[in-house]
């Protein structure tokens, strides 16, 4: 599929986690494939497996969804109101569409009207030239646990004002 319209982009909800785990899950376990080791995105994957920490999370971060035309739900972020963006995953299947770059934006807009200077993330290998290209930079490679392994990720951040 090339030139998928987003239909929308809207706030999520507690009954969008279904949806939201099972993409998040094939995602890490398709297209971070090329960047980790099976063990390491089944690991990835594996933090997905309760959703207790996805339904708590969103008390501290503003979830939004992209849906498509037929309303399917094609990717989603987070971001909270000190700048801090926790996700940001795209439909395995709606890579390299845009949608990444239309979340992200829409984040951003977000952060900006909470009044942040400085955007932050924790971001895998397979994100990183994505980030760099919306203008992040690198502060820190990390090695970070997962679920019982450690993977290498980067802290990268981007000035707003």
């Known amino acids: 599929m090339n030139n998928l319209e987003i239909n929308k982009i809207r706030q999520a909800n507690l009954s969008d986690i279904p949806v939201l785990k099972e993409l998040y899950q094939n995602t890490i376990l398709t297209v971070n494939r090329k960047d980790y080791t099976v063990e390491e995105v089944k690991d990835w994957a594996s933090c997905g497996d309760d959703t207790t920490h996805l339904v708590e999370s969103f008390e501290e971060q503003h ?8 309303g399917v739900i094609v990717g989603f972020a ?3 109101d000190t700048g801090y963006i926790h996700t940001l995953f795209v439909h395995k299947d709606f890579q390299h569409q845009g949608i990444a770059t239309s979340l992200y934006k829409y ?3 977000y952060a900006k009207e909470k009044g942040v200077k400085k955007v932050t993330s924790e971001v895998s290998i397979t994100a990183k030239p994505f980030f760099e290209k919306q203008g ?3 502060d820190e490679e990390q090695k970070r646990k997962a679920n019982q392994l450690c993977l290498i990720n980067y802290k990268m951040s981007k000035q707003l004002f």
């Open 78 to 80: 987070s971001v909270n």
């Open 107 to 109: 984040i951003e807009v």
């Open 63 to 70: 979830y939004v969804v992209a849906e498509n035309g037929k």
């Open 136 to 138: 992040f930079q690198v």
